[in-house]
């Protein structure tokens, strides 16, 4: 979010490790209260702080030292200003924070099914062969590909219900 954020590689790592001490500081007197507001909104919120912390820790003139030569010469002058909403930090944020969850159910799920069903649902449903392709590949019948494919996707619901409960 933070490279997504206009923020170096040096500085994103900055704001994660920021982030991190802030969040580390914070988890004693956290409490999880609905009414108050997700964890997963109190994390944006200390994330916003600490990149927005990195843009004022820049000098006046570090923005155009941190762009190549050639870009500007390229680049036509309306699009050279900042865009005053800047990026929709939210939308990314979300965007991440879904992967991210996604990723964490996978990862539980796998220890649950065999890795030939693994193997399936990669090839099929994430990475989007063909089911003949698939199959072949694995060295099974297209019946078994859909029910792999059924039965990890059930299994994957489940743990995404659960990951975003407790999130709550």
């Known amino acids: ?46 994330t916003r702080r600490r990149i927005a912390d990195q843009f004022r820790k820049r000098s006046p003139g570090q923005e155009a ?3 190549r030569p050639d870009e500007t010469r390229r680049t036509s002058t ?21 992967q991210n969850l996604l990723d964490a159910a996978m990862e ?9 069903q693994c193997q399936i649902y990669d090839l099929y449903v994430v990475k989007q062969w063909p089911v003949r392709k698939v199959a072949d590949t694995l060295g099974v019948n297209i019946g078994e590909v859909y029910l792999a494919k059924h039965r990890v996707a059930c299994l994957l619901k489940k743990e995404l219900k659960r990951l975003e409960d407790r999130m709550i």
Request: hydrophobic share 45%; charged share 30%.
């Open 65 to 67: 030292r941190l762009q």
């Open 108 to 116: 539980r799920v796998k220890r649950k099914i065999n890795l030939k």
């Open 78 to 98: 309306i699009e050279k200003i900042a865009d005053p909403a800047g990026p929709d930090l939210e939308a990314i944020w979300n965007q991440e924070w879904e």
């Open 1 to 46: 979010m933070a490279i997504k954020s206009g923020l170096t590689e040096a500085e994103a790592e900055d704001v994660v490790q920021e982030t991190i001490i802030s969040i580390s500081k914070s988890m004693p007197d956290f409490k999880a209260d609905p009414q108050a507001g997700s964890f997963k909104a109190f994390l944006l919120t200390i």
